[in-house]
């Protein structure tokens, strides 16, 4: 199975924006919905998690509020900024990009 730290650089910044931009969530929701969504191939550690949506908010690429959570705890919850829109549509394209690549190599078969 894949993890992040075997991701091309800056994949988990771009997952994390994805996530993000459909609505704001806490860490643990991030982490479960990118878990869902990749059919439970990605998952990503509290380690990783955590100081990469920093990261991101040193940026400016997302905020974090406090808010009580769905069982009622205090957690933090991180949404999207504009200039964190505008960063995941250009990192979208060159994934696009890249991905497209990457695949037309993996597809080459023996001369």
Request: charged share 25%; proline share 4%.
């Amino acid at each position: 199975m894949s993890k992040p730290n075997d991701l091309v650089q800056g994949t988990l910044n771009l997952l994390l924006l994805k996530i993000l931009a459909l609505e704001p969530l806490n860490g643990w929701s991030i982490s479960r919905r990118l878990k869902l969504v990749s059919g439970e191939v990605l998952q990503v550690s509290d380690g990783s998690l955590y100081p990469a949506l920093h990261k991101l908010e040193q940026q400016g690429w997302i905020t974090a509020k406090w808010k009580p959570s769905e069982n009622n705890r205090r957690a933090k919850y991180y949404s999207l900024t504009r200039l964190g829109r505008k960063h995941l549509e250009k990192e979208a394209a060159n994934w696009g990009r890249l991905s497209v690549a990457i695949s037309n190599v993996v597809a080459l078969e023996k001369a």
